[in-house]
């Protein structure tokens, strides 16, 4: 790194320009040391699991406060809710 910054120094472009090393310096983010690999082809179709993940999605769409997604976006969206949701759950089973 080049002499001493702080983030108010630096404009988006010139940060997004530093190393990856430098990036973390500057706003203290550690590289995950145990990361694991996303599966994506976990599959399970329950209705507790339905209801769950439409829950979510509904509270997602709210946070984000925008107009609802297409057919086939909000059909994506809720599959890459699901693949997300069944990696992360049986992550933690096993």
Same mark, same amino acid.
Do not use: C
């Given at each position: 790194? *080049?002499? %001493? !910054?702080?983030?108010?120094? +630096?404009s @988006?472009?010139n940060?997004?320009?530093l190393?990856? %090393?430098?990036?973390?310096? @500057? #706003?203290?983010?550690?590289?995950l040391? /145990?990361? /694991? $690999? !996303?599966? $994506?082809h976990l599959?399970?179709? =329950?209705?507790?699991l339905?209801?769950? @993940?439409? #829950?979510l999605? =509904? %509270?997602?769409? &709210?946070?984000?406060? /925008? &107009?609802r997604r297409?057919? *086939?976006?909000? =059909?994506?969206?809720r599959?890459a809710l699901r693949? +997300?949701?069944?990696? @992360?759950?049986?992550?933690? %089973?096993?």
């Amino acid at each position: 790194m *080049h002499g %001493e !910054f702080n983030l108010g120094d +630096l404009s @988006l472009e010139n940060f997004q320009n530093l190393s990856f %090393e430098d990036q973390n310096k @500057l #706003t203290g983010a550690k590289a995950l040391i /145990r990361a /694991r $690999p !996303f599966n $994506p082809h976990l599959i399970a179709d =329950t209705k507790q699991l339905n209801d769950f @993940l439409d #829950t979510l999605a =509904t %509270e997602i769409e &709210k946070q984000e406060a /925008r &107009k609802r997604r297409s057919g *086939h976006a909000a =059909t994506a969206f809720r599959a890459a809710l699901r693949a +997300l949701v069944l990696d @992360l759950f049986f992550s933690a %089973e096993g």
